[in-house]
């Protein structure tokens, strides 16, 4: 096994899921909205950047419009489509509350990611796009993957950094002050039901810019990399961590990318046994999933800690 | 005509949703979580079916049965051991625990069943075309079962006792409680039966479709369509739901690619949401 590639790949893919699990813990342990549907934004960042990047269609494509931008026009164009798509769909979504919303948002990726395969002037269809504009190339002496590596773990500390400054200001206690008791925030004056739209809309830009540099990552922007089973990951790296820790979140994404890659690059005799070791992959994600919710082994360690200073 | 066969085909699909959704339901409204496990439960039952026709030779009437009854013991097992000891700590951690259980049971039939299409050892459909529009006998059973489970599934929770407990429980667990009904049993039931009932759609399932792992966890999505737009209902709200958007996706065809069957399910669900935030059946979550 290749264990330094395999590490910048984990260094990297765990950047950018890490980036995304910031953006739902932002959402869920502060805003108290579940988001089932976080991997619409993820693909609205990443097929935009596309879009944008790409060449006019010519030959054997449908897609039927590439603007053939320069890259930062790209990745603005991400975090901007990722706003717009959160307001889109906040809009009927957000007076709902709960699991009615979990049911909702995961809706709304439905549909999105049905829309992407079935509508070939987007994206072509199930093929996606390929090619996908990668500008970093080798810094001089630096490979291109640990250039990306580092692309990847600069937006993570930005993410992590932007949120640390939110959450600090007074309007980060007016957030948590509406989680704890709502009634009693928006009787002293917090509009609740308003600062839980900004909150759905300011970290859906991050998920849109993680989506770009997933997109140039993997050089692809197609339907099937964006299915149920993202939003299904970056939750478990999200319970995984301890969903009310920031760093825990990061951690969790960085476990799981890990092991996932582990598995992925062991080499395997038969196609069989690799087809089980993917099962099992399966397998033990539910039952980490499982016992981390009914031990909460994170939040026993936090409250340790915290108890001892 | 061919509007026609498009219609039948929806009606099939609708009762197909309300065999698999009628279970889903019933664990939402008492247990009072989604249970996103409950389309790998379907899963459960299908490839129990399969594996008892087609590998060990049992006549599919027995191998059905059979199916059902070890669906509804798994459902059971896995409440007690997974859901119960978590409940106090609200719907939200149930949903996403159940997310996990989804993938072990996923995870255990992919490893054990594996890739390609399964198919039952059973007679091919008979065709029958009553007014020009086909009809195959495998589709007429299900719509009779998911008419006869409806039915005796009404009949049990308005008529006997224990169904009455349950409904009861249903409606305001704490005041059930205190009036002396047994919340362990009444429980333990609703588990056997909704997980019962899903054995039943995951039956049907290995008899009418071209049998996948991955074939139960698609179903989620169209249990999911078919419970949020009929909310947090009786179990009449759930055949209405399941009919409007089983014929909607199947007539969606005659217009559109089939391709977009479940954007059209779910393009109902978000416009239905839209205008009653509490679904079809007008009762506000607790």
Known sequence: MNWPQLLITVATIGSIFGVVTLALNLQYARGGMINFGIVAYFAVGAYTYAIFTQPSPKGLDQYAFGLDWPWWAGVLAAGTAALAFAALTGWPTLRLRGEYLALTTFAFAEVFHSFLLNERRIGNGTVGLSNVERPFGDWGPIEEKYVFAAVAALLLLATLLAFRQLLASPYGRALDAIRDDEVAAESSGKPAANMRRQVFLISAVPVGLAGAVYAMFTTLAQPSLFTAEVTFIVWIALVLGGERSVYGAMLGAFGLVFFEEVVRAWPFETVRSAQIAASVEHIFTGLLFIAVLRFQPFDRIQRRMKART | ?286
């Open chain 2, 1 to 286: 005509m061919l509007f026609l066969q498009y219609l039948t085909a929806g009606i099939v699909t609708g009762c197909f949703l309300i065999l698999a959704t009628i279970g889903f339901s019933l664990t939402r409204q008492v247990e009072g979580f989604l249970n996103i496990a409950h389309a790998e439960l379907l899963g459960i039952g299908a490839f129990t079916t399969w594996w008892l026709n087609a590998s060990q030779g049992w006549h599919i009437l027995i191998a059905g049965p059979a199916a059902v009854i070890f669906t509804a013991l798994v459902g059971l097992v896995i409440a007690r051991t997974i859901y119960d000891p978590i409940r106090r700590r609200g719907p939200a951690v149930l949903l996403i625990t159940s997310t996990g259980v989804a993938f072990v049971i996923g995870g255990v039939i992919d490893a054990m069943v594996g890739t390609g299409i399964r198919t039952l050892d059973i007679g091919l459909a008979t065709t029958y075309k009553p007014f020009g529009i086909r009809v195959t006998d495998y589709q007429i059973i299900v719509v009779a079962l998911a008419a006869a489970v409806s039915v005796s599934l009404a009949l049990f929770l308005n008529r006997t006792r224990i169904g009455l407990a349950i409904r009861a429980r249903a409606v305001n667990p704490e005041l059930a409680a205190s009036r002396g009904i047994d919340v362990r049993t009444t429980s333990r039931v609703t588990w056997l039966l909704s997980s019962g009932l899903a054995g039943v759609a995951g039956v049907m399932l290995a008899v009418i479709a071209t049998l996948t792992t991955d074939l139960p966890f698609h179903q989620i999505l169209q249990i999911l369509a078919v419970a949020i737009l009929a909310g947090l209902g009786s179990l009449y709200t759930v055949i209405a739901s399941g009919l409007i958007i089983g014929i909607a996706m199947d007539v969606s065809v005659y217009w559109i690619p089939a391709g977009y069957r479940p954007l059209v399910a779910f393009s109902i669900v978000i416009i239905v949401l839209l205008f009653r935030s509490e679904g079809l059946a007008g009762t506000k979550a607790a």
